[in-house]
């Protein structure tokens, strides 16, 4: 897959062109990721990328022109039109669609995605009209540009490519991408300042540690994050309503099940406490 990203500031993207993981996925060209400088394609003799705000204003605006002659440069299509091997068109910011598991999954579907990042003020609308930008925002805050958000979505985007992750880590397993928050890890020594590991990971018993670490990643679930954990019960809520669970369901195993029930039981006794 390639990534091109459009910037003022090529060098930051140092992280995501030479870090470990992401590193291997550029050079083995699972993952090409590729940079333009925008003020590489400004015809303004002064090299200006940016003007002040029409209707007045604090902070500057990106014109149009470099970031016209920058995205055509990338391959970039006008709005409406997508013709095969055309690249998806990101912006990052505020206002746009929140980034998760599902925008994610899209863009490592694609071929080629451009992400243009604004700075200042942002950039002049026009921009994002002509060529029909899709807006992505990483969260409900406001950084001083996009490189942060994009290089965001290169990481998350990145370990969904076939061959990226390798054995270092899969999408699959104990993650959010589960529906549930991930459990408590450990590691040597055993006793760490007189904090001990949980004597269940040290008892080599495979089933009930699977056990023990889906019920901390429901707890934790519940406790933090409850409308993921509703959302995970509205997946089996059929099976937790019958009096007799079944064997299993969708890849729970009964003693899984039995335990999703016990929390999520003790779930409304808390809320009928509280009322
Ligand atoms: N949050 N999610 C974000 C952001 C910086 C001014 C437009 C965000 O995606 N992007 O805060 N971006 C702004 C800076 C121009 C982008």
Redesign the pocket.
Known sequence: MRITVLTLFPELFAAVKDGSILGRANAEGLLDVELMNIRDYTLDRHGRTDDTPFGGGAGMVFTPEPCFRALRAAGAEPAGVRPDGAPRLL??????RM?DKALIEELAAEEHIVIL???????DERILRAFGME????????????E???M?IIDAVARFLPGVLGNEASNDEESVYSGLLEYPQYTKPRVYEGMEVPEVLLSGDHERIRLWRFEQSLRLTKERRPDLFRAFLGRYGNALAMRKLPLESDGLTRKELALLKRVSDEAEAERESER
């Open positions: 912006y990052p910011s505020p206002r746009g980034l990042c604004g700075h200042y003020e942002g950039v807006e992505i925002s990483t969260g409900d805050y406001i950084l001083t540009g996009g942060l958000p994009a965001t």
